[in-house]
């Protein structure tokens, strides 16, 4: 993914002209380009780019990978929980979440009623092209770490699908290409953002 987000500097644009109703919720799985893509959004659209994960790692002063070692993963769950509540309720923008904030029902029925959910699509060749030389995902710390990705892709699929919307990831476009799509999507629900000359 490093190659993915090293495009990130030169692919910074002017702010189109767009008014974000409510907090856009970045899901899907590891590898997707939740944060990079999120990040480039809310750029675009010159709105807050919030991170649920990084939140949780400044509230705690570890990493997620040190989260889960010393405390688990319930425990890391409740804190994703309220993090997401608390930043659904801040100013409106792009939230990046991890992973697994979305298979939580309470989680997916509260983005529904304060923000928008949108699912990075991402094939399996893709995420694994993406997250097989990182150390730093826990849920992969395996024996066969591509077995995993897989058995987890499988599970978190049918539920990434209860996303208010969704987005097709191309390894083809780049992080400038993918934000766009992303815009593109949203705008086609004018609860959530709106040409602000219209």
Known sequence: ?????????DDQTSVLPYRLKKTVVMVGMMGAGK???GRAVAAKLGVPFLDSDAEIEAA????????FERDGEAFFRKRESEV?????TTTHGILSTGGGAFLAEAN????SEKG???????????LWSRVKHKDTRPLLRTADPKATLTAIYNDRVPLYRQADLS???DPGLTIDAMAD?????????DDVLERSDD
């Open 181 to 189: 799509r992303v815009i593109d999507t949203l705008v086609t629900r």
């Open 116 to 126: 928008v959910s949108i699912w990075l699509n991402a094939d399996l060749d893709l």
């Open 60 to 67: 705690a002063n570890l990493s997620v990978p040190e989260i």
């Open 35 to 37: 944060t990079a893509v």
């Open 108 to 111: 997916r029925k509260l983005i």
């Open 167 to 169: 987005v097709a990831c």
């Open 84 to 88: 997401i509540a608390r930043l659904l």
């Open 1 to 9: 993914m490093r190659e993915f987000e090293q495009t990130m500097a």
